[in-house]
């Protein structure tokens, strides 16, 4: 059962005021009822040992939350009031090694599968570089009883993240789709990237996405139309349990600068938000935004849009459960 979101009274406690959670939504610790569980747990997962090129994104986190103040309750896009029909909960971060990929994936996956009532809190995980879409996929996973089959994939990313391994680590930023893949986590043939594009270290880069039947969207299909793909994919799906995992790095740099392996001729902010309100209707059971570094950012701007590609896919559930009302 789906229950407000208790927001601080902004006349009363501004939003430059107060300690900092995500969207000012309380603390988990502080919700956390047996008769009312919420929905969806917001953590942190400061980790960025798995990069490939700049470090940093172990900072994502908190400048997600810091922009995150002035988010608002109601989707104007979807005509929902958000923070009315979902209960929505700061988690706090998960705990890391920082020189472990696979030690801190293994810890961010048993924080997040041991997060109180898996029936029905969802976890969306805030990162950190894209390894950390590994653990919070296999915990979320997890808490919706271990799907057969596996889960369908909404991914948004300049990368496949589907390389085997890089300097001998395979739990790396480039590989937690073939982990996730040959663990059973995620339905191959039910996963669209959404944004890739190249140079590519080779032509084979695409040959794992490619044989495993992943779809794949590049920035030119979808000036050609291709976000009918999506929208295909989402009709699809129907009501099977969706994970969706936002890379930022999909983003121009010219709108997302604050990312550590940056491409350029990538979406726009606005394209972006559009394309993840086109999900409206996915069940997600759970989710991820992951590649901000904050050094590399500038006046907040990556951070402040990671913070809205959350709430939008938080909308996405709102929008779900909304018309799902008798
Ligand atoms: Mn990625
Ligand atoms: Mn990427």
Redesign the pocket.
């Known amino acids: 059962m789906s229950h407000q979101t208790e927001l601080p009274n902004a006349r009363r406690s501004p939003r430059f005021a107060g300690l900092v959670t995500f969207g000012r939504y309380p603390r988990l610790q502080d919700v956390t009822h047996a008769d009312r569980p919420v929905d969806w747990a917001i953590y942190g997962a400061p980790f960025d040992a798995g990069v490939t090129y700049r470090p940093g994104a172990r900072f994502g986190p908190r400048s997600i939350r810091e922009e995150s103040q002035y988010l608002k309750r109601y989707s104007m896009a979807h005509d929902v009031d958000v923070c009315g029909v979902l209960s929505l909960a700061d988690a706090g971060d998960a705990p890391v090694a920082p020189y472990s990929c696979k030690d801190s994936a293994d810890l961010i996956c048993a924080f997040a599968t041991d997060l109180p009532d898996p029936g029905t809190t969802k976890p969306l995980a805030l990162g950190g570089d894209?390894s950390i879409a590994y653990a919070n996929i296999k915990a979320a996973w997890k808490r919706a009883g271990g799907p057969a089959g596996g889960l369908a994939l909404m991914h948004f990313?300049?990368?496949l993240?589907t390389v085997d391994e890089v300097w001998g680590e395979r739990w790396g930023h480039a590989s937690p789709f073939i982990r996730c893949i040959e663990e059973g986590l995620v339905d191959p043939k039910r996963m669209l990237s959404i944004g890739i594009k190249g140079p590519l270290n080779t032509p084979g880069d695409l040959d794992f996405a490619r044989k495993h039947g992943v779809r794949i969207v590049t920035p030119d299909d979808l000036a050609a139309g291709g976000d009918m793909l999506l929208r295909n994919f989402v009709r699809e799906l129907a009501d099977a349990a969706a994970y969706l995992t936002f890379?930022i790095?999909?983003v121009d740099p010219a709108f997302a600068p604050g990312t550590g392996?940056p491409?350029v001729g990538g979406l726009s902010s606005a394209q972006a938000l559009g394309l993840v309100r086109a999900c409206a209707g996915l069940n997600l059971i759970g989710a991820d935004v992951v590649?901000v570094l904050p050094d590399r950012d500038h006046a907040g701007i990556t951070a402040l849009l990671a913070a809205h590609i959350a709430f939008e896919i938080l909308s996405i559930d709102a929008v779900r459960r909304a018309g799902a009302k008798p």
């Open positions: 894209h990313d300049s990368h993240d890379d790095d999909c392996t491409s590649e």
